[in-house]
């Protein structure tokens, strides 16, 4: 009878669940949707419970062709930064709320005026910023310290989902260093960070290693999955590490490049390298991810299809199209991207979108250009943070899949961009994990003859060129309008 593994991930909007072999090919997908809440300014949760029955449905799905008991095990992925206060019970106190939640930018800008702030972010391996659980939770104690008083455990969305899947509450090293609150240097948690988040070792999950089985499914699980209440669990790691495991970019000089809403730029090392602007995460032994993620990416296209395209009715291809027939630099058009604030490189929540140069001669499609343009850039700009000499970028995500977005961002870095046929990198790294821990894998590399072909995007050397100089002066406006932003936000109060 063949084997099977399922790699779930879930991410901010959906959770994608795939059936695959142990080999590595996929069998069968399900990608279940949830909304995102956003009832005030800056809030950006998710129900918890929602995002349970998506796993619990995306599980079905995949599985309902073949037998229950040729599924060797789950693994999991999950986006980074998610907090949920459980009670004593283990109830929710409060929704998931997620990386895109902005609400503690004032408890963020506290803890990054604090003395020896530096020395916590490179301890930790996180730049400070709204996103983390830690400037979360001191947003909390400030703003909701009832909640705070009654919150007995303390998790993330991942942790949650596998608690109910299991009745095990762990958390793994490499979610646990998203936090903010996880020492590098001992893959343990920071007491001083935990004095400034306000909370106890005794609220925080045990650590566990991302390859770490948990002991089968509660009857509640196996009931709404299907499956043998004796399959085993993989905790596994965070959608980051695991789609660098999925698209094969281990090796020292392989960086992976993801672009769905948001995007980042990753690459693999052997031990952490933290910095102030970059962060570090750990994915197994000797085996740690550094890099830099994006809060703006899909989204940019998205905002102009509402914007600037509405009588296009949603269709993104036509748009891009439109983009690819205006030459590089936009009609000397420069746009500021940072439409929903910006993480790397420059870790700054007050920065806002902006055109510069724009006359009465620019076109709507120049603006387009000119902003996906400046989305390119910012990758650059954090690659050159992250690697400064990659040997391979493999790119993923939505945005992967267009041939002009795809060209565009390889004459920007000025390489060939290799875009896999399987772009559902996290849910297939979150099953190379699991096969390995199950001991179906030897290493974390599946057999060359198994892994998806590449297309290859090669630059224009002229347009490259005329990008290094372009890409030049976008720097200078980021640089230059970093005032007048927080200036408005001061207005904003």
């Not at 058009?333 to 439409?339: A, V």
């Amino acid at each position: 009878m063949a084997q099977y593994i399922i790699g779930v991930d879930i991410g901010t909007t959906s959770t994608k669940t795939i059936l695959f072999d142990i080999a590595g090919t996929a069998h069968a997908k399900s990608n279940q949707g949830y909304p995102l809440i956003q009832d005030a300014v800056g809030m950006a949760e998710q129900a918890p419970a929602q995002i349970l029955q998506a796993v619990y449905s995306g599980i079905r799905a995949v599985t309902a062709d073949i037998a229950p008991t040729s599924i060797v095990g789950i693994a999991f992925s999950a986006a980074m930064h998610s907090l949920i206060l459980l009670d004593d019970q283990q109830q929710p106190l409060t929704r998931s709320i997620t990386w895109a939640d902005n609400r503690a930018a004032a408890a963020a800008a506290k803890l990054k005026a604090m003395q020896g702030a530096t020395a916590r972010e490179l301890r930790t391996g996180v730049p400070t910023h709204p996103m983390t659980p830690l400037s979360k939770l001191v947003w909390l104690r400030e703003n909701r310290p009832e909640l705070m008083q009654q919150a007995k455990y303390i998790v993330g969305i991942k942790e949650y989902v596998l608690l109910q899947l299991t009745g095990q509450l762990v958390t793994d090293y490499s979610l646990a260093g998203a936090t903010g609150m996880f020492n590098l240097n001992t893959c343990d948690w920071d007491d001083a960070a935990l004095h400034l988040a306000g909370i106890t070792r005794t609220q925080l999950p045990p650590l566990v290693p991302t390859t770490k089985q948990l002991d089968g499914l509660t009857v509640a699980a196996s009931k709404e999955t299907g499956l043998p209440q004796n399959t085993p669990v993989i905790v596994g790691a965070s959608d980051g590490c695991l789609s660098n495991l999925g698209l094969g970019a281990i090796d020292a000089g392989d960086v992976a490049l993801t672009i769905g809403t948001s995007g980042a730029v990753r690459t693999a090392c052997k031990q952490p390298v933290p910095t102030t602007v970059t962060f570090t995460y750990y994915l197994a032994p000797d085996l740690w991810i550094q890099g830099g993620p994006t809060n703006n990416g899909g989204n940019v296209l998205q905002w102009l299809d509402r914007s600037l395209f509405p009588d296009f009715g949603h269709d993104y291809p036509r748009l891009l199209e439109t983009v690819g027939s205006v030459p590089a630099g936009s009609h000397h058009l420069l746009c500021l991207p940072f439409f929903s604030g910006e993480r790397a490189p420059i870790w700054d929540w007050n920065a806002r979108a902006s055109f510069i140069g724009l006359t009465a001669t620019h076109t709507r499609a120049d603006m387009a250009r000119a902003a996906l343009e400046g989305v390119a850039f910012n990758l650059r700009a954090i690659l050159l943070r992250t690697s400064r000499q990659p040997k391979r970028i493999l790119a993923t995500g939505g945005f992967a899949q267009s041939k002009q977005w795809a060209q565009l961002l390889a004459d920007s870095l000025g390489q060939p961009i290799q875009i896999p046929d399987n772009y559902e990198s996290s849910a297939l790294g979150a099953a190379i994990l699991g096969l390995n821990s199950l001991g179906l894998l030897s290493g974390l590399k599946l057999p060359q003859t198994t892994t998806a072909p590449a297309t290859i995007i090669k630059p224009n050397p002229a347009t490259h060129t005329f990008y290094a100089a372009w890409f030049a002066l976008w720097q200078d406006a980021v640089a230059q309008t970093a005032t007048i932003n927080h200036a408005i936000a001061k207005l904003r109060g």
